[in-house]
Structures are given as structure tokens and as C-alpha cells.
């Protein structure tokens, strides 16, 4: 037997697993690498530590399978998109520690363009003017880092996200990204499915410095034979994470949905071969597109912090030892005593885009304890993900009578109850919760044959668990009432 092999990228942690025809994870490794802060607003990554335990996560999946890297038929990437690398195309060295989706540095930047010119770039790119997507972070490494500068003018930089740091390290320097997370940068033609000239010349990019745009699900190139797979292995699919988790949740047709609870939170939904444009403050992105047939389009809603507020409690509060204490802890109190927490931290993204916004506490009292901290943490979550919702069934005139979900969090059955409470829905997480992984290595095997159709995919969901509302349609909208209250606190608060 063979399998595929999907290297999971994300914010906190680097993660392989090998799958089997089923959809069933054999094998698994995962580390977590450091977040770096050096001031406020700034979120960076060390890519060498990144790329040095994908090796790791690969070889541990390996041994954890017990399998060899002959075994492997192919292999998918997928990674936290917007996040930026800079490297030297001679040495392999990064010329700066990653700059992540998160970071706010390019606000003012972004803030001082025209209105036309804000109006040029929602209209090709379908993205919202926000420090999040990567077109900004190029700019601020090309304008304030000496060797980023050099490099470029001797002709010897590359810049990508992290799949294409990913996949030039794994092979033997091909510098490609796929159109989902390409859809990310600000930079691409959301009609085109190329990098645009005016939107180039918007951030003075040269295009020379950026990856080839291929589709999701296609031959990029193989492992080189003394990499972490000890083996040539083809290199087919690529996707960002959160295109990945679409897939991984067999989310094919139009007017299907899924909703991603990690460092932060995503739904998208798809739309079809249709670019639909958001009134609502969505974001319009590519969906997937697989080899050669028609790009899949999709709206989506993202939440900067869940996952990580979360780990918030964990590492700087210390009111929790580890993420899985927080449903004992939360759960020892029967609501939040009046307490909202808007975990701000780096502005609000959908349906907001506010990146004046800071995080609030609001409603305390000198009876409320740890465990309401705890509770409204898991509340934010899913009033974050219900303002989501909201917005895509006002895009969409279609309000979801089920939302499927996946993530980390999602192991959380209070977290999943809250979510069916806050938005009086039914919450559905399938068997297989590792979506994002899933995804990566689905589009990796239909490029090979390994599946044959979407349908096979298909066939490999399965429902898990299924979590009802319990609560009443007027607790649910004066809950709703008062974190928007609590939100309207945040704002105006960054000059």
C-alpha cells in the first residue's frame, strides 16, 4: 500500500501526517516553533526554525507509521497564508525573520493610500485594506530592511508565503505558490489568477521577486533524495490552510460551508465559478482550483484571535496549565457572570476591519473568578464566529441551518455547545477533525490518480458529533446585544 503525506504549516505549530485511501491518519508529527514580538503590533516567525522542524514533523510522521519515504505517493503543502518570507536565492538564508498574518506595522502605510486606490485594490483583489494580507509586509521589507534591499537590486531575492519557503526548500529551488494563497497577497488578479501590474506598481513589488502561480492540484516539482522523506517524491497540491480545510470537509458545491476554529477563525463559503462581491464585510477569495479546470470561488469571514486567546489564558495569564483545562475551568460556572471579553488584540478583522481596535474586558465585578474569564473566552469565540455567520447569510440571502466545523477547539464540547447557543444552529464536526491536513493531501492525490473524482472524497465523510441549541431565541439575542456592546468598546482606542 501507499499513501500521502500532507506537511500542515500553521501559526503555532508544524505539523505532518500520512493518510491513507480511507482519509484515515496513519501517521502523525507535530512541533511547535516560537512567536517572536518584539513590539507591539509586530508578530514574526523564524523561517529557518519553520522549515528545520517540517523536516522533523515528516520524519516522526514517518517513524509513527512505520513506513518509509518510498511509501509516500505524493506529497501536499498547506500553511498559514498571508505570512511573509524573504529569502537569498544563492545562500537559502532568510534576509528577515517572517512577517506573520497578524501583524499590524503596515497600518499607517495602508491608511495613507487614496481612496481610489483602496478602491482599485478591494475591486481586483476582493481582499479589505487591512495590514493582514502580504502585499503590505513585501513593501515594509523591501523599504526597511538593508538586505532585503540588496538583494533585490542584485537581483538575488525571492519572497513568498510560507508554502513557497516550503516547497523551494523541499525541492531543489522551484519557487511556485498556488492561486489560493496567492489570492492572499494583494497582489493577484482575482479574475486573471495572475499577479497584476497595477497592484504591483501600487506597493513597488517587482514581479520578478514572486513565485509562479499554479493551481491547487498539480505536479510542482519532487523531494530531493536526501531530504526528510529520503526519497524523490512528487510535490501536487498545495493550499492555504483554509482553502485546505474547504476540502478536507468535502465543501465542493456551491452554497456549501465550513467553519475553522485554529489561531483564529474562518468560514468560508462557496460560490461557485461565481466571484461574488461582499456588502457585509467579507472577503472574496479563490476557493480552490484543480488542475485544469475552472477556478471555485468563495466568500469569507476571518477572525484574528480563538485558538489563541486560548493560549492567552495559558502562557501569559497562567490561568490554565494547558488549552485542554479550559473546558473543567470554564465549565465550573453556569454563564460569565456579566464579563465580555473581545480579544482584540490585533484589531478586529470581518465583519470590522477595525485595526484601531484593542482587546476589552468589560463587566466585571468583584464576584466574577477565573472560571468566567474562562467561559467569556469561549464565548468570544463564537459570538466572533456568529458575526461571521451573520454576514454571510446577509451576502448569500440563505441563513445556514447547520455550520460544519473542524479545528482544534472543536474538541472542546462546551466551546461547541456555546456555538450552537450563540447562534441557534446545529454545530456538526465530522470524524476526521484534521480538515486542514486532509485538505493538502486530497488535492495532492487527485492530481495523481490516488483518488479518482471529488466523489471518492466525498464518500470519505463521516459525522462525528452533532450539537443542538438549548437555549431560547431571546437569551440568544440579548447575549448577541451585549458583546456587540462590548465590541463597540474596543474601537478607536490605536491612534
Known amino acids: 500500500m501507499t499513501y500521502i503525506a500532507s506537511i500542515d504549516q500553521g501559526t503555532s505549530s508544524t505539523r505532518c501526517i500520512i493518510f491513507d485511501k480511507a482519509g484515515v491518519a496513519i501517521g502523525r508529527g507535530q512541533i511547535e516553533h516560537s512567536q517572536v514580538t518584539p513590539q507591539s503590533g509586530w508578530v514574526e516567525h523564524d523561517a529557518v526554525e519553520i522549515w528545520k522542524n517540517s523536516e522533523q514533523v515528516v520524519k516522526k510522521a514517518l517513524q509513527d507509521a512505520a513506513l518509509i519515504g518510498k511509501q509516500i505517493s505524493a506529497v501536499g503543502i498547506t500553511n498559514q497564508r498571508e505570512t511573509i518570507v524573504a529569502w537569498h536565492s544563492d545562500t537559502g538564508a532568510p534576509l528577515h525573520h517572517a512577517i506573520v498574518w497578524q501583524d499590524t506595522r503596515t497600518a499607517g502605510f495602508l491608511n495613507g493610500l487614496r481612496d481610489e486606490v483602496k ?73 486573471t489568477l495572475d499577479w497584476d501590474e497595477k497592484l504591483l506598481e501600487i506597493f513597488e513589488i517587482p514581479r520578478e521577486i514572486l513565485p509562479k502561480i499554479k493551481s491547487s492540484s498539480e505536479r510542482y516539482g519532487v523531494t530531493k533524495s ?196 450563540v447562534m441557534g444552529i446545529e454545530i456538526v464536526r465530522p470524524m476526521i477533525t484534521e480538515t486542514t491536513a486532509l485538505g493538502a493531501a486530497y488535492a495532492a492525490g487527485l492530481a495523481i490518480g490516488f483518488w479518482e473524482s471529488i466523489d471518492e472524497v466525498k464518500a470519505n465523510w463521516r459525522e462525528s458529533k452533532r450539537w443542538i441549541p438549548s437555549n431560547t431565541a431571546e437569551e440568544r439575542a440579548s447575549g448577541a446585544a451585549r458583546w456587540k456592546g462590548a465590541v463597540a468598546r474596543t474601537l478607536n482606542w490605536v491612534e
Not at 502585499?135 to 533585490?152: E, R, T
Open 226 to 421: 536526501d531530504g526528510p522523506f529520503g526519497a524523490e517524491i512528487p510535490i501536487t497540491g498545495i493550499l492555504g490552510d483554509q482553502h485546505a480545510a474547504m476540502v478536507g470537509q468535502a465543501c465542493f458545491e456551491k452554497g456549501s460551508s465550513k467553519t475553522t476554529y485554529g489561531t483564529g477563525n474562518f468560514a468560508l463559503l462557496n460560490t461557485g465559478t461565481e466571484i461574488v462581491r461582499s456588502k457585509h464585510g467579507l472577503l472574496t477569495t479563490v476557493c480552490f482550483k484543480f488542475g485544469d479546470q475552472p477556478a471555485i470561488y468563495a466568500l469569507e469571514g476571518s477572525v484574528a484571535v480563538t485558538g489563541s486567546a486560548i493560549q492567552w489564558l495559558r502562557d501569559e495569564l497562567q490561568i490554565i496549565a494547558s488549552a485542554s483545562e479550559i473546558d473543567s475551568l470554564a465549565g465550573s460556572v453556569s454563564d460569565t457572570s456579566g464579563v465580555y471579553f473581545v480579544p482584540a488584540f490585533s484589531g478586529l478583522f470581518a465583519p470590522h476591519w477595525r485595526s484601531d481596535a484593542r482587546g476589552v474586558i468589560v463587566g466585571l465585578t468583584r464576584s466574577v473568578r477565573k472560571a468566567h474569564l474562562a467561559r467569556a473566552t469561549l464565548e468570544a469565540i463564537c459570538y466572533q464566529t456568529m458575526e461571521i455567520m451573520d454576514a454571510m447569510a446577509a451576502d448569500s440571502a440563505v441563513a445556514p441551518k447547520q455550520m460544519r466545523v473542524d479545528g482544534g477547539i472543536t474538541a472542546s464540547e462546551l466551546c461547541m455547545q456555546l456555538q450552537a447557543d
Open 119 to 191: 478602491e482599485e485594490l478591494i475591486n481586483r483583489t476582493g481582499l479589505a485594506i487591512a495590514p493582514y494580507f502580504s502585499a503590505s509586509k513585501i513593501h515594509w521589507l523591501l523599504n526597511n530592511v538593508d538586505a532585503v534591499k540588496q538583494a533585490c537590486a542584485a537581483g538575488k531575492l525571492l519572497v513568498g508565503t510560507i508554502d513557497s519557503w516550503l516547497l523551494w526548500n523541499m525541492t531543489n529551488g522551484v519557487h511556485a505558490t498556488d492561486v489560493t494563497n496567492a489570492s492572499r497577497t494583494m497582489l493577484m488578479n482575482l479574475q
